[in-house]
Structure formats: C-alpha cells, structure tokens
C-alpha cells in the first residue's frame, strides 16, 4: 500500500467526518469593526426613538 502524506491538521473523530471541516474553509468577505455596528445600532435607535415621538 502507499503511504499517505498526513496533513498538518490533527484528525479527530468530529474532523474524520466532516462535521466542523467547513471552518478551514470559510473566508471573510465583509469586515466591519466592532465600534462601526455600535455607531449603527445608536443611530438606529436614535431614528426609532424619533419615529415613536412623532406619531
């Protein structure tokens, strides 16, 4: 039989069957910094909060 080459990764039983593989696949697309949603979610409820005193 030929030997196989091991990959660096270690391989448990959740990573045998494929079960959590789907992490070392996964690439960021969007990056947004934490204090940009802050900055969101305060002008958000600003707007609400302004919504709800109008009507």
């Avoid at 900055?39 to 302004?50: G, N, T």
Wanted: proline fraction near 5%; glycine fraction near 4%.
């Amino acid at each position: 039989m030929p030997s196989r080459k091991r990959s660096k990764r270690q391989s448990g039983p959740m990573t045998a069957a494929g079960l959590i593989s789907f992490y070392d696949e996964y690439e960021e697309k969007v990056r947004v910094s934490p204090m940009t949603i802050v900055i969101i979610s305060i002008i958000y409820a600003v707007i609400i909060a302004l919504a709800h005193a109008i009507h």
